[in-house]
């Protein structure tokens, strides 16, 4: 009991105040450390030790979620869904960022988290380069076997669906991956079409889709609980063999809904049918329970309400959850030129608190 309050002493002397790292071998303590003298107050607990003599202060505020035997809390946040009508809050422009980078980003950051996605308005289209430091104020731009930052055409020139004229079903990126990117985003620069049978003013199709996954987990949840559990149980094959010297999959078999049970949480959410392997033959369900699943939850999500369709037009940003919201497109013609990027999850929960809240309830989440 008493190793585990020593092991935490947050001092000076136990903890590198310039990295926040610990100071001390744990493992030199005895496990059966305790209290040589026991002293409180009304800001805390103070405790001298038998190994060493070493003092520790713990304040109140400190103690008080281990003493209820839990974590701190985290985040006070609200999850607002969206459906077809999308969400008329999720929109900054791009000159805030001038003005106030700090601000802006945690206004975007903030907006992304409650309502899973956000347009940034006003940006120039000359060039694909202020979107690319539009998205290096969240965090670093991952590199991936597509590159880092993007800027395509359909022209195949990576062999993956998303680039060519084809449309694409509500899927998240990356369920070939071990740890999927956290943020996505696209920038329509120019959509073209020289095509001699292409009427001036005329529709090019090329719509983009939205889904909000955790809403269409909730009613899955509420409509066919069965289902939900055998997709939050039921480990799937992923893989990325298109190109060529290119064979990814994941670390291991992820589930479509990566579910806390203790905690009743959904973390995130991995559909994408086209990039699914066989499914494994043996397991807590069985193949037909999955597919019967996998239909129920592909039935949610192409029902009408839950679809925000719109189209991408240059000037504007799209940046979304990648773990919260699937993402499509309608077939189109002409040529369209898209930029755009991922950026970590991780990274992305890292700016947000920290232009946010301060960096003292930051450190308490992060230690714990």
């Not at 090019?204 to 909000?212: A, F, I, Y």
């Amino acid at each position: 009991m008493f190793i585990f309050v020593r092991d935490n002493c947050r001092c000076s002397h136990c903890v590198n105040q310039d990295t926040g790292q610990r100071n001390f071998d744990t493992f030199k303590l005895p496990l059966d450390i305790e209290p040589t003298r026991l002293t409180t107050n009304e800001y805390g607990v103070e405790i001298q030790w038998s190994y060493d003599s070493h003092t520790s202060f713990y304040s109140w505020d400190f103690l008080e979620p281990y003493i209820k035997g839990n974590r701190p809390e985290p985040e006070n946040v609200q999850i607002n869904y969206f459906g077809e009508k999308g969400n008329p809050s999720s929109g900054i422009e791009y000159s805030e960022f001038e003005k106030d980078e700090t601000s802006a980003v945690g206004r975007l950051t903030g907006m992304i988290i409650r309502n899973g996605f956000v347009f940034v308005i006003g940006v120039p289209t000359d060039s694909a380069k202020p979107t690319e430091d539009l998205l290096k104020k969240i965090a670093f731009i991952r590199e991936t076997h597509y590159g880092g930052f993007y800027d395509f055409i359909p022209d195949l020139f990576r062999a993956d669906t998303a680039y060519t004229n084809l449309a694409l079903a509500a899927h998240t990126d990356g369920t070939y991956w071990s740890d999927p990117p956290g943020l996505q985003a696209f920038h329509l620069l120019s959509h073209t079409d020289s095509s001699p049978l292409q009427l001036p003013g005329a529709d090019r199709g090329g719509k983009s889709l939205l889904v909000d996954g955790f809403h269409a987990a909730e009613i899955l949840k509420k409509e066919d609980p069965g289902s939900f559990d055998v997709l939050a149980r039921f480990g799937i094959p992923c893989h990325a063999s298109g190109n060529k010297g290119i064979t990814i999959a994941p670390d291991k078999l992820y589930t479509v809904l990566d579910y806390d049970y203790k905690s009743n949480v959904l973390h995130r959410i991995r559909w994408n049918n086209d990039d699914r392997g066989i499914l494994p033959v043996e397991g807590e369900y069985s193949v037909m329970q999955w597919y019967r699943a996998a239909a129920k939850w592909r039935g949610i999500l192409t029902r009408k309400e839950l679809e925000y369709r719109f189209q991408l037009v240059p000037g504007t940003v799209l940046i979304f959850d990648n773990g919260r919201v699937l993402h499509g497109r309608d077939a189109f013609t002409g040529v369209r030129r898209i930029c755009g990027g991922y950026i970590n999850r991780d990274d992305f929960i890292s700016r947000w608190r920290n232009t946010n809240f301060p960096r003292s309830q930051n450190l308490r989440q992060v230690i714990g």
